[in-house]
């Protein structure tokens, strides 16, 4: 079966990632995935959930939003709140990144990532977990590069505050045939659509996978598992070129 935009089935979508598109924040990641587009942002904030004071342990949290024109037809701005969608979204990508933080080695602050949607054509939330991740990354790094020499001999000879690299990636099944990265058209066709977090380490942070008015075997999940570990591999090598492979 070919694919609407003509490539393998294994294959990624062409990916574009620019470093510091917002120059206010901590850091910053423009990131491109075939046509979907998401400017992903790292802020610091000198406190933490009142359920945390006192226990010696930091937080990282995301916030996930459609523009208005990020789709076909506007989207309206969530004034009254975030809706289920987007709060499932944005609770996938907090648990992606607390899955390889050790909220300790942070301290009693809070990192915030916004994961801004500017063009939507598929795998917004993974995209955003890749891009996430990033500028989490970045920031750590820049707050560690800041300190005083005593302070930073201190936090090398402390545990990392991240353990491991982290990314995402879609998978499903479109037409009968497993496909990884899928852009709009094949998702929303797809007899089965999963979202894959992945580490470096070849561990899971989360699988999400659903039959579409379909069911699927064990070896059509093997495939498609297999199909996510190959691409998330290729977009952590992708992050490594950016942010090296000490992780602060």
């Known amino acids: 079966m070919s694919r ?4 393998k089935h294994d ?6 990632i620019t470093e510091d598109f917002v120059s206010t924040a901590e850091a910053s990641y423009l990131v491109e995935v075939g046509k979907t587009r998401i400017l992903c942002c790292a802020s610091l904030e000198e406190e933490i959930p009142r359920w945390l004071k006192g226990k010696g342990k930091g937080w990282v949290t995301a916030e996930y939003s ?3 024109r990020s789709t076909g037809s506007r989207v309206k701005r969530e004034r009254a709140g975030a809706s289920g969608r987007t709060q499932e979204i944005q609770r996938l990508i907090g648990r992606a990144l607390r899955g390889v933080c050790n909220l300790e080695a942070l301290g ?3 990192y915030v990532v916004d994961c801004d949607v500017i063009e939507a054509d598929g795998g917004t939330r993974t995209a955003s977990i890749v891009g996430g991740f990033m500028a989490l990354t970045k920031a750590l790094q820049r707050m560690k590069a800041a300190q005083s020499p005593a302070a930073a001999a201190a936090a090398s000879a402390a545990s990392p505050i991240l353990r491991h690299f982290v ?3 879609s998978v499903g099944i479109v037409g009968g045939v ?3 990265d899928l852009c709009y058209v094949e998702d929303s066709e797809a007899e089965v659509d999963m979202n894959i977090v992945r580490t470096d ?4 942070v989360e699988v999400q996978g659903t039959g579409e008015e379909a069911v699927y075997s064990r070896a059509q999940l093997n495939d498609m598992l297999d199909l996510a570990e190959k691409g998330c591999g290729e977009l ?3 992050q490594k070129t950016f942010l090296g492979t000490v992780l602060p």
Do not use: C, K, N, T
Not at 11 to 16: C, H, S, T, Y
Not at 201 to 204: A, D, I, L, N, V
């Open 66 to 68: 459609l523009l208005p």
């Open 4 to 7: 609407a935009d003509g490539r």
């Open 11 to 16: 294959q990624l979508r062409p990916i574009r």
């Open 236 to 238: 952590i090598a992708l």
């Open 108 to 110: 009693e602050r809070s």
């Open 201 to 204: 380490s070849g561990h899971f």
């Open 167 to 169: 990314s995402a990636v």
């Open 178 to 180: 497993p496909m990884l």
